[in-house]
T-cell receptor
Framework: DGGITQSPKYLFRKEGQNVTLSCEQN?????MYWYRQDPGQGLRLIYY???????QKGDIAEGYSVSREKKESFPLTVTSAQKNPTAFYLC?????????????FGDGTRLSIL | SQQGEEDPQALSIQEGENATMNCSYK?????LQWYRQNSGRGLVHLIL?????REKHSGRLRVTLDTSKKSSSLLITASRAADTASYFC????????????FGKGTSLLVTP
């Protein structure tokens, strides 16, 4: 079955440490997105990518970095510069063409500080 | 930037009752989407309604859109305990890359 796989499900970060969240899709989608969700809040856009080797900052990109070397993969690194990283991180994808198409989501990674 | 705002924040009903959630937004849109999120899981797309549509149905779901009032509603008929989840509206906005703007969601609890 096609879908989006996020790993790990739970991740713990020590002070001063960078951590990388994995997002892989086999839907042949061009566009991929990273969102952050805090308790009781909606989703806020961190980064998005419409095509391989290209990505753009979203509303809250500071302290995060991404890469898009393959169509299927869009990893997110939470750097030590992100002072409040505890949150639920969601990766999504869609065809990226023809307007605002429905997004398919992974099951998220919950990041906590040790 | 969050554009959609859902109302109420939380809703508790009994099985068999109908659940209505509302979404208001601020700027013009191309379409509006509703998503569902079970606890600790990702979002699942439920339904998309275009700006030139007024009502759309999908199974037990009915969505309306009033662009003059910049509002939408999601009606779940004959609710079931399995409908317990958070429901989010999402609008397109001025973002490039066709990213969506999500509201804070309505938390729905359906009790047997």
């Amino acid at each position: 079955d096609g879908g989006i796989t996020q790993s790990p499900k739970y991740l713990f970060r020590k002070e001063g440490q960078n951590v990388t969240l994995s997002c892989e899709q086999n839907l042949n989608h061009d566009a991929m997105y990273w969102y952050r969700q805090d308790p009781g809040q909606g989703l806020r856009l961190i980064y998005y990518s419409q095509i391989v080797n290209d990505f753009q900052k979203g509303d809250i990109a500071e302290g995060y970095s991404v890469s898009r070397e393959k169509k299927e993969s869009f990893p997110l690194t939470v750097t030590s510069a992100q002072k409040n990283p505890t949150a639920f991180y969601l990766c999504a994808s869609n065809t990226g063409t023809g307007g605002y198409q429905p997004q398919h989501f992974g099951d998220g990674t919950r990041l906590s500080i040790l | 930037s969050q554009q959609g705002e859902e109302d109420p924040q939380a809703l508790s009903i009994q099985e068999g009752e109908n659940a209505t959630m509302n979404c208001s937004y601020k700027t013009s849109i191309n379409n509006l989407q509703w998503y569902r999120q079970n606890s600790g899981r990702g979002l699942v797309h439920l339904i998309l309604i275009r700006s030139n549509e007024r009502e759309k149905h999908s199974g037990r779901l009915r969505v309306t859109l009033d662009t003059s009032k910049k509002s939408s509603s999601l009606l779940i008929t004959a609710s079931r305990a399995a409908d317990t989840a958070s429901y989010f509206c999402a609008t397109d906005g001025s973002n490039s890359g066709y990213a969506l703007n999500f509201g804070k969601g309505t938390s729905l609890l359906v009790t047997p």
